[in-house]
Nanobody
Framework: EVQLVESGGGLVQAGGSLRLSCAASGFTNYAIAWFRQAPGKEREAVSCIEHSDGTTYYADSVKGRFTISSANAGNTVYLQMNNLKAEDTAVYYC??????????????????????WGQGTQVTVSS
């Protein structure tokens, strides 16, 4: 059974930190991305990590504040979020493609590159 399970969300004050976790199982895992969606807004790509060589990608809005990393042969992916802002408030989802997928600086952020999605975890940043 394919599973992507996010955890670690919560309520934090602006300037604070949270670490999200994504546990993947049931499929061959080549890359995992984080997306987020705020109420009334489109889904937005946040970050991605490719397990073959550790290549990482970040949205401009989170560069320098968020760090993606992996453990357990890529089956656990973390998103360390520092200096959180009110605009980071959203439901955060982890996602993965079904197989190897060529990802680059453009394609990593396209939601349709990813076939498996978790249920999401809420992050709320109070200002």
């Amino acid at each position: 059974e394919v599973q992507l399970v996010e955890s670690g969300g919560g309520l934090v004050q602006a300037g604070g930190s949270l670490r999200l976790s994504c546990a993947a199982s049931g499929f061959t895992n080549y890359a995992i991305a984080w997306f987020r969606q705020a109420p009334g807004k489109e889904r937005e790509a946040v970050s991605c990590i490719e397990h073959s060589d550790g290549t990482t990608y970040y949205a401009d809005s989170v560069k320098g504040r968020f760090t993606i990393s992996s453990a357990n042969a890529g089956n656990t992916v973390y998103l360390q979020m520092n200096n959180l802002k009110a605009e980071d408030t959203a439901v955060y989802y982890c996602a993965a493609p079904t197989g190897w997928r060529f990802l680059d600086g453009r394609s990593w952020s396209r939601y349709y590159e990813y076939d498996y999605w978790g249920q999401g975890t809420q992050v709320t940043v109070s200002s």
